[in-house]
């Protein structure tokens, strides 16, 4: 019922940036909290941000300083900012959002994002 696509991963060089987007298919986005997660191969799927429809963020330890979390309600579209990246921020990133009423979780397919010489 809710769909969600992200773009803008790719290949980038340790202390390069990318900006990843995540639009989705309903026009209710402030009803939804969001947030980004990504996995590496072998390991689990962690919570990297999350911004609340109040634009309340959260970040993981490992990204604080480094990845702002945004969104555009009007747009329908949520934003990671990803600078000074490393090469364990590798993996696949996945957008996610939870209706606040319903809870039920939505996810996009996720993009590649690869950081590497």
């Known amino acids: 019922q809710v769909q969600l696509v992200e773009s803008g991963g790719g290949l980038v060089q340790p202390g390069g940036s990318l900006r990843l987007s995540c639009a989705a298919s309903?026009?209710?986005?402030?009803?939804?909290?969001m947030g980004w997660y990504r996995q590496a191969p072998g390991k689990q799927r962690e919570l990297v941000a999350a911004?609340?429809?109040?634009?309340?963020?959260n970040y993981a330890d490992s990204v604080l300083g480094r990845f702002t979390i945004s969104r555009d309600n009007a747009k329908n579209t949520m934003y990671l900012q990803m600078n000074s990246l490393k090469p364990e921020d590798t993996a696949v990133y996945y957008c996610?959002?939870?209706?606040?009423?319903?809870?039920?979780?939505?996810w996009g397919q996720g993009t590649q994002v690869t950081v590497s010489s």
């Open positions: 309903v026009s209710i986005f402030s009803l939804y909290a």
């Open positions: 996610n959002a939870v209706h606040n009423v319903n809870y039920r979780h939505y």
């Open positions: 911004i609340t429809g109040g634009r309340t963020t």
